[in-house]
T-cell receptor
Framework: GAVVSQHPSRVICKSGTSVKIECRSL??????MFWYRQFPKQSLMLMAT?????????EQGVEKDKFLINHASLTLSTLTVTSAHPEDSSFYIC???????????FGPGTRLTVT | QQQVKQSPQSLIVQKGGISIINCAYE??????FPWYQQFPGKGPALLIA?????SEKKEGRFTISFNKSAKQFSLHIMDSQPGDSATYFC??????????????FGQGTILTVHP
């Protein structure tokens, strides 16, 4: 149980285009999902907290107009990287917490490469 | 105040040995302490977690030791196997109840188990 999926697993896009990443909780509902970014050989950096039916809460230094988050249902959150640039290339990981339980379960990650 | 300091940065252990990773925190509001295992190119997987009302929790070969007064907790991997070779992250959060809130991650430990 507690499986989280992400799609796509890898994406390559050209500079200036937008990319959408989906995060789904497959066997549980989650009012809260989290989006992280991870650089090679580094720890996870929280970007934003996504709450179903309300606006996401962004961490300090994260551009909310660049990283658009939508939590449309209790099983789906999306992260859209708008006008992507090479410096946005990274490993993006989401996590979700089952309703009534606090632990976070992570998705497999999405490798974004901007050329 | 929000930092979680993890050590060592890397660890090499022989097969069958004990792997020990340590974490220290400052924020006394933290009340949930999970450990995650991450393989290259994958998302972190929840290994084991502890709340501060107990000093030790064991699940299979994995044990968390928790010292509330010292604000430290550690992961012990008994009978380490080559398949345990991965990056391990400690984390902490506050919130209590059914919501553990945002996770603050340690810097990670790269564990290598030699056959």
């Amino acid at each position: 149980g507690a499986v989280v999926s992400q799609h796509p697993s890898r994406v390559i896009c050209k500079s200036g285009t937008s990319v959408k990443i989906e995060c789904r909780s497959l066997d549980f509902q989650a009012t809260t999902m989290f989006w992280y970014r991870q650089f090679p050989k580094q720890s996870l950096m929280l970007m934003a907290t996504s709450n179903e039916g309300s606006k996401a809460t962004y961490e300090q230094g994260v551009e909310k107009d660049k990283f658009l988050i939508n939590h449309a249902s209790l099983t789906l959150s999306t992260l859209t990287v708008t006008s992507a640039h090479p410096e946005d290339s990274s490993f993006y990981i989401c996590s979700a917490s089952p309703i009534g339980r606090g632990e976070q379960y992570f998705g497999p990650g999405t490798r974004l490469t901007v050329t | 105040q929000q930092q979680v300091k993890q050590s060592p940065q890397s660890l090499i252990v022989q097969k069958g040995g004990i792997s020990i990773i340590n974490c220290a925190y400052e924020n006394t509001a933290f009340d949930y302490f999970p450990w995650y295992q991450q393989f290259p190119g994958k998302g972190p997987a929840l290994l084991i977690a502890i709340r501060p009302d107990v000093s030790e929790k064991k699940e299979g070969r994995f044990t968390i030791s928790f010292n509330k007064s010292a604000k430290q907790f550690s992961l012990h991997i008994m009978d380490s196997q080559p398949g345990d070779s991965a990056t391990y992250f400690c984390a902490a959060s506050s919130g209590g109840g059914t919501s553990y809130g945002k996770l603050t991650f340690g810097q990670g430990t790269i564990l290598t188990v030699h056959p």
